[in-house]
């Protein structure tokens, strides 16, 4: 009689605990605070050198679990190791977000990457339209993706050519709203809760819902507060993490130190 193991789910590391180099080598998971400004690459950067040192390991693997804008901050999942092998199980899981919309003004990028190119009236906006279009984009919906964006066309980002002024054509892609309230509404801003599918671009949600209350709106501030079973609460600074990982390497080289004779 054979067993079938394909689909038995791995056991998954608690995040943010290892005490040893090896740790990092069986496989860790590293839940991440990402700050303003940083790009998801420079966070996985960041962290590979000091685990690369601590380990000895010159190619060791570590990975990010799914794409934050720069702008953006909060959860980011960073793998290491065997670990690795469990980044696109990790990617397809639901992510949920808070933030900000501002109506009344559209943007190339469709957040704050780039500057205001049109304007758009929003006093026939009432919180009765809000809670009518919120509706419209709950379950499954069609979006198109930020031409500012990593998605790949022809096997390279979408934003290397946006950004060199070229014409960039994104195609529709399907995605799932799962949960979306908005917490505080104080014209023009909408302060919103959301938890979604992979693939959700939160700044094309901004973009269409400015559309379909017949005005216009961009992201102004974006957090993830959960990728999958991982909170904001568990994340951690990257300084901080950093900061670990350094002071195991100068404890095993002082180990190291200390044994010869």
Not at 120 to 130: A, G, K, R
Not at 153 to 174: F, N, Q, S
Request: with cysteine.
């Amino acid at each position: 009689m054979e067993t079938e193991f394909n689909n038995i789910a791995p056991v998954l590391p608690e995040p943010n605990t290892y005490s040893s180099a090896q740790d990092f080598i069986d496989g860790a998971i590293l839940v991440v605070d990402k700050p303003h400004g940083w790009t998801s690459f420079d966070v996985v950067n960041k962290l590979r050198y000091p685990i690369k040192r601590l380990t000895k390991v010159k190619r060791i693997k570590v990975g990010h679990a799914g794409t934050l804008d720069p702008l953006a901050t909060g959860v980011l999942v960073v793998c290491t190791g065997r670990m690795t092998k469990q980044i696109n199980t990790l990617m397809a899981d639901e992510k949920e977000y808070t933030g900000i919309i501002t109506l009344g003004a559209t943007t190339p990028s469709f957040d704050l990457e780039t500057e205001v190119e049109q304007t758009f009236e929003v006093d026939h906006i009432s919180e009765e339209l809000i809670e009518e279009t919120r509706q419209k984009f709950l379950g499954e919906i069609f979006q198109v993706p930020p031409i500012f964006s990593a998605k790949k066309i022809d096997g390279k980002p979408a934003y290397k050519a946006a950004r060199r002024g070229e014409e960039v054509k994104m195609r529709k892609t399907i995605v799932n709203i799962i949960e979306l309230e908005f917490t505080k509404i104080e014209m023009p801003e909408l302060h919103f809760r959301m938890r979604c599918s992979k693939g959700t671009y939160v700044r094309s949600f901004a973009h269409d819902f400015g559309e379909a209350l017949k005005s216009g709106a961009h992201l102004s501030l974006l957090k993830r507060t959960a990728s999958g079973v991982y909170s904001i609460d568990q994340a951690a600074d990257v300084k901080e993490i950093q900061d670990h990982i350094w002071e195991m390497h100068r404890a095993a080289n002082s180990e190291e130190m200390g044994t010869e004779d």
